[in-house]
């Protein structure tokens, strides 16, 4: 959907973007949240950097999942509005598609083998890399409560140093991690989870990309939290404001019940999430289940009017 139909044009513009948004930047944005997917200001992104992260137990559910062209092509068919890579699967996939989908480059990642108590994600490629592949932004995973956060929030300066440079997107994914936050309640609360929003806006997140919050009450976290009682809308809608204008990317997690998935993203987006970046959820599924599922997203955006993400 076109958004320069009219006179409000300009204003919903200054509110997607905010007026010191360098030109590269909204440049780059503005392709994945107008130019492709379903536009109108949201983005719904797929996630393809599993592989790394947990290996190759999740393509067992859909063998064809695990090679990254059939990746691309599900993200081409279902109007996807980005794509997520580690380095090398963009420098040998990424060429077929260049141009016809934008790249979110992932710049770290871990595996599952070690350890989870004490948790960092190293950087495995550079903003550079970004660049010479035409990405449209670039991911950084944060592990929010780690013991090695000194490590993780310098090597995030970094990183944010060079976005600035090269005017380039940065996407963090802040997810809550690390034995010190498991004490504490886990890695799924609201604590948890808007700290991490609120982190990520902290240390220069133009995006965040955030799991959905589990409900109810948690003993173990800070007052008030630990009496803290909601509703799906109202938690959601808390981690959107403690993200302030940093903008927000609910993520699908796991493979979930199909109207499970749909009331999530229906919630996020209603309360004013930017989009949602489904992996799993979509790709985890045989060919035609997933692109069923695909449309349903769609019509959910399709449904909402343009956001306004000023405040």
């Not at 204003?11 to 536009?39: C, E, Q, W």
């Not at 509005?81 to 420098?91: E, M």
């Not at 595996?111 to 970004?130: G, L, Q, T």
């Not at 699908?252 to 109207?259: A, H, I, L, M, P």
Request: proline letters at 6%.
């Amino acid at each position: 959907m076109s958004d320069n139909s009219g006179a409000g044009a300009a204003d919903r513009n200054l509110a997607v973007f905010p007026p010191d948004m360098s030109t590269g930047k909204k440049t780059r944005l503005r392709r994945i949240m107008y130019g492709h997917g379903p536009g109108n200001g949201r983005a719904l992104i797929l996630p393809f950097d599993q592989g790394l992260e947990h290996g190759p137990r999740d393509f067992f559910d859909n063998p064809a999942s695990v090679s990254p062209t059939y990746q691309l092509r599900l993200a081409k068919e279902g109007n996807f509005s980005a794509v997520a890579f580690q380095i090398g699967l963009a420098d040998k996939y990424f060429w077929d598609y260049a141009g016809e989908i934008p790249l979110v480059l992932k710049l770290n990642g871990k595996s599952d083998i070690p350890s989870d108590a004490d948790p960092i994600s190293p950087c495995n490629a550079s903003v550079e890399d970004a660049v010479r592949l035409g990405a449209d932004a670039v991911g950084y995973t944060l592990y929010v409560g780690s013991t090695r956060q000194d490590e993780d929030f310098i090597q995030l300066a970094e990183i944010r140093e060079d976005c600035a440079r090269f005017e380039m997107p940065l996407v963090v994914w802040s997810y809550p991690r690390g034995a010190a936050m498991k004490a504490k309640g886990g890695i799924d609360t609201q604590y948890a989870i808007e700290y991490a929003a609120r982190i990520a806006d902290e240390l220069g997140a133009d995006v965040a990309k955030v799991n959905y919050p589990k409900l109810g009450a948690t003993p173990e976290a800070p007052k008030p939290y630990d009496t803290l009682e909601l509703t799906h809308e109202e938690a959601v809608s808390r981690v959107i404001t403690a993200a302030g204008r940093s903008k927000i990317l609910i993520s699908g997690g796991s493979k979930g019940s199909d109207e499970d998935v749909i009331d999530k993203a229906r919630i996020s987006l209603e309360a004013g999430a930017m989009g949602l970046i489904f992996g799993r959820n979509i790709w985890q599924r045989p060919w035609d289940e997933s692109l069923k599922m695909v449309e349903r997203l769609h019509s959910i955006f399709d449904s909402l009017p343009a956001p306004d993400y000023s405040g």
